[in-house]
């Protein structure tokens, strides 16, 4: 494991790694913290900020271009950006079962499962992990 390939990275691409990072960290910690506290509340903005930084910065990575500068990859950004919000809102109304959904879809679609394919040969990542 190297760090080496993300640090000679452009720099949209190391702010949206430690974008995705800190919402990677804060997710397992929002699960198992109790819920409805102070706490929980305060560490979820910085979730939500975490994610929708990440969302926003994808859009300046094009380093996989499908249609345009955009890899299918970004359809999970736009999601993001509307499923984030929606989570918070629901949360605000009270309605904890979809609160619950949405954010547990967003840790597995948006976090696990992107970052899954960030360790596909050829990727920045993949060099990070398992070496050049």
Known sequence: ??????????????????AVCVAAIL?????FMQKGTRRHRMSGLFWIAA?????????????IRFIGPFSPIHLLSVLTLVSVPMAWWSAKRGDIVTHRRIMQSLVVFAIIGAGAFTLFPGRIMNAVVFGP
């Open 27 to 31: 997710s397992p910690v929002q699960f």
């Open 1 to 18: 494991m190297s760090l080496s390939p993300l640090l000679s990275a452009p720099f949209e691409i190391q702010f949206h790694v430690i």
């Open 51 to 63: 994610m929708l930084l990440a969302a926003l910065s994808s859009f300046f990575i094009h380093t």
